[in-house]
């Protein structure tokens, strides 16, 4: 995709993130089960918890990736993607 900041109705979006968390001095993988994510325009349109991705990041040793995959909905505006954890 040309521009992909610009999300287009009914677009397939995938979404990862790598968290890491430093204990000790050293950076290790986060895990958890319930990291929250939220596309909204005003209100939020997804509100859902991102799912692990395999074993861990491709970009990083130290990180877990996490994943959502969804369609954008059929609506033209603003969207924002918010993790608040």
Not at 52 to 70: C, I, N, R
Request: glycine share 4%; no cysteine.
């Amino acid at each position: 995709m040309a521009n992909p900041e610009n999300y287009k109705i009914e677009d397939n979006v995938e979404l990862y993130m790598d968290l890491e968390l430093k204990m000790n001095g050293k950076w290790q993988p986060f895990h958890t089960n319930d990291l929250p994510m939220q596309f909204i325009m005003l209100d939020p349109f997804y509100q859902v918890t991102m799912h692990k991705d395999g074993e861990g990041s491709t970009h990083s040793k130290t990180a877990q990736t996490y994943a959502y995959k969804f369609r954008t909905p059929q609506r033209l505006g603003i969207f924002s993607f918010v993790v608040d954890y």
